[in-house]
């Protein structure tokens, strides 16, 4: 990955990973997880599982530790898998609109 990819690299939404990280003060990883959850209404965990090639069960509880303060809920809903509801996502694009005005 040369130095520009690095710099604005985007998930599979189109959103740019490194911009989530800062908006919302998490690793690369964790963004990337973030992106997967806002870019669909639920993730489930073979898709998390998929994603990150590691145990998803420990990388949920670190994005909850993180996103809780901000007032952002990662729910666990039997059977569907992972979701950020509506006021969590509307907490992720005011914040994001910090640093990119033309993302709202």
């Given at each position: 990955m040369d130095a520009a990819q690095e710099i604005k690299e985007t998930g599979d939404a189109g959103i740019d990973i490194t911009l989530l990280a800062v908006?919302?003060?998490i690793t690369p990883l964790l963004a990337r997880i973030v992106a997967?959850?806002?870019s669909k209404?639920?993730?489930s965990t073979s898709?998390?599982?998929a994603s990150i090639n590691s145990?998803?069960?420990v990388y949920i509880s670190r994005l909850r530790?993180?996103?809780d303060p901000?007032?952002?809920k990662v729910e666990s809903h039997y059977g569907v898998g992972y979701v950020i509801g509506p006021d969590g996502r509307d907490i992720i694009r005011e914040r994001m609109s910090?640093?990119?005005p033309a993302l709202i």
């Open positions: 908006a919302l003060n997967l959850m806002i209404p639920a993730l898709e998390l599982r145990n998803s069960s530790e993180k996103l901000l007032g952002i910090r640093y990119e």
